[in-house]
């Protein structure tokens, strides 16, 4: 099992980014996905999720209107588009995956907005 998140990186403030999640191991069709971040010195913070069934996506107040999440479950992939990004953005993403009783988390991939 693994979810390898990519596509984080250095951006400048108002910026955009993109990032992926793969998973392979197991089919991600009947699990609902996330993504967290973690900031320097703070705990996790759930920022999406996304259901398996009727897609409904939420936001934490913090992304909403910037952050889309997607998903592909053909393509076994969980998206998180990321527009007007800003400094306090700054944190390790992670994506999470969850089905009763079993949960998996990705290794992270870091993102940067400067000022």
């Known amino acids: 099992v693994q979810l390898q998140a990519s596509g984080g990186g250095l951006v400048q403030s108002g910026g955009s980014l993109r990032l992926s999640c793969a998973v392979s191991?197991?089919?991600?069709?009947?699990?609902?996905v996330g993504w967290f971040r973690q900031a320097s010195g703070k705990g996790r913070e759930g920022i999406s999720c996304?259901?398996?069934?009727?897609?409904?996506?939420h936001y934490a107040d913090s992304v909403k209107g910037r952050f889309t999440i997607s998903r592909d479950n053909a393509k076994n992939s969980v998206f998180l588009q990321m527009n007007s990004l800003k400094p306090e953005d700054t944190a390790v993403y992670y994506c999470?995956?969850?089905?009763?009783?079993?949960?998996?988390w990705g290794q992270g991939t870091q993102v940067t907005v400067s000022s």
């Open positions: 999470n995956a969850k089905r009763f009783p079993y949960e998996y």
């Open positions: 191991g197991f089919s991600l069709e009947s699990y609902g």
């Open positions: 996304i259901s398996s069934a009727d897609r409904i996506s």
